[in-house]
């Protein structure tokens, strides 16, 4: 079934979105995101006239059958003198003379002959931009997130269920819940882009968590057992082998974030961390250690060369 609207031949949807007709998938999404983040009502600056142009220029453009459709009506066209330039069967028609458009274009491409009425029309998609803590993402959160004002200037909001472990970026769609359809047509879909904030103790790598450990030199040059706070507040004991270098990466198995897919690892870089001040009796050890070393790590490194 065509549903053809009437808005079809007033907008350039090619021109709203800055792309030419020839544009692939990517690029219209491409170029629909980056003006969506400009001019959504809750961005600095926004403007929701223009979000909504936007919205409804991707809604046909971004779906490939709509697209095609939209083409076809285009390149048939409404005459200046509001009906259709004739098309290579030499016909040329004018809207009043159809209950509504996509019941004539549903004959023009042999599709849905004999339709009359209002035609459903899903609502166009939406997105929108969330600020999660880093803790909030790892856990998954339910929050609420604002979606403009509405035709009666209402502003509109959604409850969205953040699923445990969304990474900074992430896209997450909600059906549904964007613009809402016309003549019984369905709603439109929300997309909720989520930005995820520092840690001040963990870093996240994919479905691992990150930590810098620092440990003295005597730990590393001997070997030594340090314990290891977790993300969930606990500890454990990794163990470091002698003659660990600063910079080794130790991977704790099961201690990273929890997903419907997987449980990821925590991985632990150890760092030597130098002394800014000796006592008399560490400067006395550190000398006599001096003394009786031969090796060198720039030795090593040119032997290596």
């Excluded at 792309?19 to 926004?46: C, F, M, N, Q």
């Amino acid at each position: 079934m065509v549903t053809v609207q009437r808005e079809w031949f007033e907008k350039d949807y090619y021109a709203v979105l800055g792309v030419s007709s020839s544009a692939s998938s990517k690029e219209i999404t491409k170029a629909y995101r980056k003006l969506a983040r400009t001019h959504h009502p809750d961005a600095s600056g926004g403007n929701e006239d223009r979000f909504k142009e936007v919205s409804a220029a991707y809604d046909v453009l971004g779906d490939q059958t709509k697209r095609t459709d939209y083409d076809e009506a285009r390149r048939l066209g409404p005459s200046a003198t509001g009906g259709f330039a004739s098309g290579p069967d030499g016909f040329n028609v004018h809207f009043e003379d159809f209950d509504d458009l996509s019941g004539m274009f549903g004959n023009l491409f042999g599709k849905n002959r004999g339709a009359r009425g209002p035609v459903p029309m899903r609502g166009v998609d939406q997105e929108t931009r969330i600020h999660l803590g880093f803790r909030d993402a790892i856990d998954g959160v339910t929050t609420t997130v604002g979606l403009g004002t509405n035709a009666e200037g209402e502003r509109r909001q959604a409850k969205v269920r953040i699923p445990a472990g969304v990474d900074n970026g992430q896209r997450i769609r909600v059906a549904g819940k964007g613009g809402r359809g016309r003549n019984g047509g369905p709603n439109g879909d929300l997309f909720v882009v989520v930005e995820v904030a520092d840690d001040d103790m963990f870093g996240r790598k994919g479905q691992h968590l990150t930590l810098s450990v620092p440990v003295t030199f005597p730990e590393a040059a001997l070997g030594s057992e340090i314990k290891i706070p977790t993300y969930d507040h606990s500890t454990v004991t990794l163990k470091v082998p002698p003659g660990t270098k600063s910079g080794t990466t130790f991977r704790v198995k099961g201690r990273g974030i929890d997903t419907q897919k997987a449980m990821g690892d925590l991985l632990v870089t150890v760092e030597i961390a130098v002394p800014s001040e000796l006592n008399p009796k560490e400067r006395a050890a550190i000398e006599a250690l001096n003394e009786v070393t031969d090796w060198s790590p720039r030795n090593e490194e040119q032997q290596e060369d």
